[in-house]
């Protein structure tokens, strides 16, 4: 008994936030645990209103026979079982039916085997209910008096912990040595009860030893570290891969014992937990050389050595496999486990990749066999990139809906299809913590990556599209910096690529939604720097409000705002978040945060803008397009250019710096079109394009097909005026002809936001698009990028809703 009072309590919290996690999962959590020398195990029902309530009500035989089979799996890979209530949030201290409630609840979870117990009051109001404001003398009094008699009725069990209301240095008032309530629970908590402690904030940069000793000195025992490190329920962009760091071994010494309070995805915790295990065994030994010191650094490649087999193991979502025993996972080089070679390996080739199925997100467990879309969608890329699609042949593969271009294969070096499929390669892996690092700091790729695109933004200047002044040597410095931020972009689109077509489903359901979420916005942070070079006007040019637009736009970053004294979730969305606030429109959450797709594609996108080369592609992608709505075969009489020249020949001639092409592994997929200033635009047209048109097609001669001139009237009526209160809010336009449809609309919002982008970088100040009133799905899209109805059947001679929205 007192050497249990002594051991230093060590291992992770789970159980309180976000997805619950399963069974299996805990078999594995444990088996990790057992092998890096971690002991404790603290479980909780979920913390939310209604679990809060539950303390009352026991558990069902079924829920028995669950938890009871939780605590022997605990118990039996060497894990002390700490069972946590949380009943603060309506207890009535002064009930003697209450106290009779909770401990019916605890005893009942007594009798399944459990020897270690918590109570929490943390974050919940302050205030007692008339009873008990007449039977205490304060809050502190209450929750204290509760805890003992709790604590007594227990048999004073060795391991007893219990959370205050005041819990970390910052919810102190005044401060922590002159807090009355903590004052409270230092003279009059049973000395054997362990109290729980966060550190100087909720979410500690880092714990010193100073610290402790006041807390240590005002609580009259050493307190448990409750760490939040790496929880990362506060933000649903972010994650925490990298290594436990800012804890001094030397705390030990000051504590009764530290429990990390993890990601709520069970497998993103490999390294904090494996680094964990590293840092308790530093703590614990009797040498003192360099070697023997935790290091950080040193803790982060051991775990991702470990953590590479891991990830290339062909694993179900929620670790259900029949091979989980088989495969306990590898200890650290450092650590005293059996030799990894006694295992046999279960690492699958790229072949083996092809057989495992993409599984909805959102579901609790995966199907057992493949997909069938997803299989026939291999089959029809294997097609296209053997010999050209046909346009009246639709599948999952070739997007439905989208035009199926001819020609179309296998691009050129450096866009490549994508080779990471089946084995997340130890760089890759490396990128993946980098940027999903810690709350208050991130790893050197986010950083590299920030920094760079800080830079570029403040220096656009120098290669906008009318400063003829800038001296080479500046342009090849915004040039070179550039190419690194694109390069970067990349290495994530492939890393996204990586990680849906690996071969552990595991992963891929914790990781997707963020690896996805950065791929976008770094899609379009690739896309708008690649814009930038030769079209961001400069002051001189009457649209020129680019300086204005970025000093309002982008202004404050995580940086500014995670300082030691900061909260992480002062600014939310990670690596993700900072790179969205330095674009123009990066205030616009909707445009950035969105759910994922249900089926996960591997497939490799790009976001880029136009070049002159594409209006070819463009032009074919189109026509087929036109076709294929008309359910007729190509006439040999009608020029093949009058559908694209009706589209996007306008747009291409007279403002190519405002159209974006979306292209995948095979080419050219879709685009979108801009125009900023659609006044002036129309000016233009009726001077220059139009004749151009007349003469192209000239109207009698006996080669002119009817259709042809059919699009010239068309093309006539396109440059129809709008009304100049719309145009006084919104003096820009969007043009979607080329829009695709694909299984992952993120995709397509990608490429709009791109255009966005763009259009506010140059000053406009809104936007406004055409939509057929029948096109249900285009209005749906739009309506969710914050699209609001202006006009409808009002705009134009045709009938057309006209959607807007400001930037």
Aim: glycine content about 8%; overall charge neutral; aromatic content about 8%.
């Amino acid at each position: 008994m007192e050497e249990e009072k002594k051991q230093f309590l060590c291992g992770v919290v789970e159980g309180f936030y976000g997805r619950p996690w399963t069974m299996d999962q805990r078999k594995v959590l444990f088996q990790w645990m057992q092998s890096w020398g971690l002991n404790t195990y603290l479980y909780g029902p979920k913390d939310d209103l209604k679990h809060r309530l539950l303390w009352r009500e026991v558990y069902s035989h079924e829920e028995e026979g669950q938890l009871r089979t939780l605590i022997k799996e605990a118990q039996s890979r060497g894990q002390r079982f700490v069972y946590a209530l949380s009943p603060g949030q309506d207890v009535v201290f002064s009930s003697s039916c209450d106290l009779t409630l909770l401990k019916r609840k605890l005893r009942q979870v007594s009798d399944l085997g459990c020897q270690a117990f918590a109570i929490l009051f943390d974050d919940i109001d302050h205030s007692m209910c008339q009873a008990d404001s007449e039977a205490f003398s304060s809050f502190a009094h209450a929750q204290v008096t509760v805890t003992n008699d709790i604590y007594r009725f227990l048999g004073e069990p060795p391991v007893f912990l219990f959370c205050p209301t005041e819990y970390c240095g910052s919810l102190c008032s005044p401060s922590v040595s002159k807090s009355p309530y903590l004052q409270t629970i230092g003279e009059d908590l049973l000395p054997n009860i362990t109290v729980i402690w966060t550190g100087s904030k909720v979410i500690s940069r880092k714990l010193s030893v100073d610290c402790m000793s006041e807390v240590e000195s005002v609580l009259q025992r050493p307190p448990l570290i409750w760490d939040n490190l790496h929880a990362n329920d506060y933000d649903s962009r972010r994650l925490f891969l990298g290594p436990f760091k800012g804890r001094e071994p030397q705390l030990r010494s000051h504590l009764r014992g530290l429990l990390l309070n993890p990601n709520c995805e069970f497998e993103a915790n490999y390294i904090p937990l494996h680094s964990l295990g590293s840092w308790h065994r530093a703590g614990k030994e009797e040498r003192k050389d360099e070697e023997c010191e935790y290091c950080p650094d040193r803790a982060l490649s051991a775990a991702l050595h470990d953590w590479m087999e891991e990830l290339n193991q062909p694993l179900q979502a929620g670790r259900q496999s029949t091979q989980a025993e088989q495969r306990s996972s590898a200890a650290a080089t450092r650590c005293k486990t059996p030799d990894r070679s006694d295992c046999p390996s279960t690492l699958r080739g790229p072949s083996a990749v092809d057989k495992l199925p993409v599984f909805p997100l959102n579901s609790s467990s995966p199907p057992s066999s493949p997909v069938k879309g997803e299989t026939e969608g291999r089959e029809v890329e294997k097609k296209r990139s053997n010999k050209p699609s046909q346009p009246n042949h639709q599948t999952q593969g070739s997007r439905p809906g989208a035009p199926s271009v001819e020609g179309r294969g296998p691009k050129a070096q450096g866009w490549g299809l994508c080779g990471g499929k089946g084995l997340l390669s130890e760089s890759q892996v490396r990128l993946l913590v980098g940027l999903y690092y810690l709350p208050h700091e991130h790893g050197p790729s986010a950083q590299k990556l920030l920094q760079d695109l800080t830079w570029l933004k403040a220096n656009c200047h120098l290669v906008s599209a009318n400063n003829k002044k800038t001296a080479a040597q500046k342009i090849d410095e915004w040039r070179g910096r550039s190419s690194r931020v694109l390069s970067l972009c990349e290495d994530i689109a492939q890393l996204h690529c990586s990680v849906v077509g690996g071969a552990n489903r595991a992963v891929l359901y914790d990781l997707y939604p963020y690896v996805w979420d950065l791929r976008n916005t770094a899609l379009v942070a690739k896309a708008f720097i690649c814009w930038l070079d030769g079209r961001v006007l400069s002051d001189s040019s009457t649209m020129g409000t680019w300086r204005n637009c970025f000093q309002l736009c982008g202004k404050t970053t995580g940086a500014d705002l995670l300082g030691v004294e900061s909260e992480p979730w002062a600014f939310k969305g990670g690596v993700s978040g900072e790179v969205q606030m330095l674009l123009p429109i990066g205030s616009s959450n909707e445009l950035f945060t969105h759910p994922p797709p249900l089926f996960p594609t591997s497939r490799l996108y790009n976001v880029r803008p136009y070049h002159t080369k594409d209006k070819l592609e463009l032009y074919r992608m189109v026509r087929q397009l036109h076709l294929r709505t008309q359910g007729g075969q190509e006439s040999s009489v009608v020029h093949p250019d009058v559908v694209g020249d009706r589209c996007f020949g306008p747009c291409l001639a007279l403002c190519p710096e405002y159209c974006f092409i979306l292209e995948d592994e095979l080419g050219v997929c879709g685009c979108v079109l801009g125009i900023v200033d659609v006044r002036l635009f129309a000016k233009r047209c009726q001077a220059s394009w139009m004749p151009a048109m007349r003469d192209k097609y000239p109207p009698k001669g006996g080669n002119t097909h009817p259709n042809t001139q059919d699009m010239i009237k068309l093309m006539e009526e396109d440059q129809g005026e709008y009304p100049d209160s719309l145009l006084y809010h919104f003096p820009s336009q969007l043009r979607l002809d080329a829009l695709p449809e694909l299984v992952d609309v993120s995709v397509s919002r990608t490429l709009l936001t791109a255009l966005l982008t763009a259009l506010k970088a140059n000053g406009s100040q809104g936007v406004f698009c055409e939509v057929q009133p029948t096109d249900r799905q285009r209005l749906e899209f739009l309506t969710k990028l914050g699209f609001l109805e202006i006009l409808r059947g009002e705009a134009r001679s045709r009938e057309g809703v006209v959607l807007g929205r400001l930037l």
